[in-house]
């Protein structure tokens, strides 16, 4: 058997493998010996029926199979102990005058892509943004206010004012919308919106446009039950059934709310309140602000790094590679749509490997108990016991796909804790409504 390579040009390779009869015979001879004793054929005694009965009837499709095997064996071993870096999978070459007839000795030619070489420069030109969302009084405040609704007393009302709650159903046959929902009056956008509520009672329907009907489309996502992308721009006529109106009588902030929240003695004042609520959202700040930093620094990287891809060669893998096959332009398309990721990918891969950035499985088993302990928190199982957190450990890490994405979490923890020691950023410290319209718009 011989194999060899030759470099079409930096990011494309052909290498062609060369199989001779020596190379497979005295295998697919055995298998056929083992199949001439096993065989039962009528007339012929078992162990006994004549080998070229056998090779008549199963040589050639045994000998097609070990050749597969032996070609799929040695491009892999070449590609491992050459170090090919390559994208996508071999693609066999189309030999048109090929026959598996005419001789015992074939070839086979095989297309590379090749992985680019380049450098990832960490010293950005313009320092990207990098957030501390801070928990501001205003905040405090609503939150203050919404712990208060939350344990305060409901008290039902005959007709609709300012400040209730309103239970009801919105309808629109088109488009199949048929869902109970509860809002907020305060929600409800504009004057001529307001109006239409404003003293409707149990049993009214009040006709309504959805373009403009809250002060944030995320309340309209909800009330109508449709996702992100049915919500954007949507402008269609609803119907709201009104079946309840409620207001809320605010909880008094004394000792008795504190303990309702937090447990019995944890928090005793109001400005003890407002403290640990300030942590705990600075806390959910910090993840927001984190995958933000890393979301800006991947697109920052994409842009900034510039290498050629084999993108031919790609686009022909794709058009075979899925469970369907892609016309040439469905292919072309599908490598727009992809592009960006994969240039990421191998951004990411140079990183790790020029950085020696791995994981261990320890780290990954400490990594899973701090997630299953704050799950666990959030069910008021505070301090589980050793041997019954790493029990849960163990079954978490035991589950391939959830293992794969808490490895995928650590990953991008540890990616981030290196892009905030390596790179230089620009620091802003902004509240979160501000955070909200600089970063999404």
Same mark, same amino acid.
Do not use: C
């Given at each position: ?338 592009? &960006?990721? *994969?240039?990421? =990918? @191998?951004?990411?891969? $140079?990183? /790790? ?7 261990? %499985?320890? +780290? ?39 293992? &794969?994405? *808490?490895?995928? =979490? @650590?990953?991008?923890? $540890?990616? /981030? ?7 230089? %950023?620009? +620091? ?14």
């Amino acid at each position: 058997m011989n194999i060899t390579k030759e470099n079409i040009d930096a990011l494309n390779a052909v290498v062609k493998v060369e199989i001779s009869a020596e190379d497979y015979q005295d295998k697919v001879a055995k298998i056929l010996e083992d199949y001439r004793r096993k065989a039962n054929i009528p007339g012929f005694r078992k162990g006994h029926v004549p080998m070229g009965m056998v090779k008549k009837q199963y040589g050639k499709s045994v000998m097609i199979d070990e050749v597969n095997k032996l070609l799929q064996e040695s491009l892999n071993n070449f590609l491992v102990e050459e170090k090919l870096d390559i994208l996508g999978n071999p693609l066999p070459k189309v030999q048109e005058d090929f026959s598996w007839d005419t001789s015992e000795n074939y070839s086979f030619e095989f297309e590379l892509g090749l992985a680019p070489e380049f450098e990832v420069n960490l010293d950005t030109k313009k320092k990207i943004t990098r957030y501390t969302i801070v928990a501001d009084d205003d905040l405090l405040d609503k939150e203050v206010e919404n712990i208060q609704k939350r344990y305060g007393k409901i008290i039902p009302k005959e007709a609709v004012e300012e400040g209730v709650n309103i239970t009801g159903t919105f309808v629109n046959e088109e488009k199949e919308i048929n869902k109970k929902s509860t809002i907020s009056f305060d929600a409800i956008k504009g004057k001529a919106n307001q109006k239409k509520f404003l003293g409707k009672k149990v049993g009214d329907v009040i006709e309504l446009k959805t373009k403009g009907l809250f002060d944030d489309d995320h309340k309209l996502m909800g009330a109508l039950g449709l996702s992100h992308e049915e919500i954007h721009d949507l402008n269609i006529p609803v119907t709201f059934t009104i079946e309840e109106i409620n207001a809320t009588e605010l909880a008094e902030v004394n000792q008795e709310l504190f303990d309702k929240v937090f447990g019995p003695g944890v928090v005793t004042s109001e400005a003890e309140l407002r403290a640990k609520i300030k942590e705990d959202a600075e806390k959910q700040f910090q993840t927001q602000a984190d995958q933000q930093l890393l979301n800006a620094v991947t697109e920052y990287l994409v842009e900034n790094t510039k290498f050629d891809l084999p993108a031919e060669f790609l686009k022909k893998w794709l058009a075979v590679a899925g469970e369907k096959p892609m016309t040439p332009e469905q292919a072309s398309e599908e490598f727009e749509k992809s592009e &960006k990721g *994969l240039r990421y =990918q @191998l951004i990411e891969g $140079k990183i /790790l490997k020029d950085n020696n950035l791995q994981i261990s %499985f320890e +780290e990954l088993k400490e990594f899973t108990k701090g997630f299953v302990k704050a799950q666990m928190a959030q069910y008021g199982q505070l301090n589980p016991e050793e041997k019954e957190l790493d029990d849960i450990v163990q079954r978490v890490l035991s589950n391939q796909d959830e293992a &794969k994405r *808490l490895q995928e =979490q @650590l990953m991008s923890k $540890k990616l /981030l804790d290196f892009y905030k020691e390596n790179m230089a %950023f620009k +620091e802003k410290e902004v509240n979160y409504e501000k955070f909200v319209k600089e970063v999404y718009k």
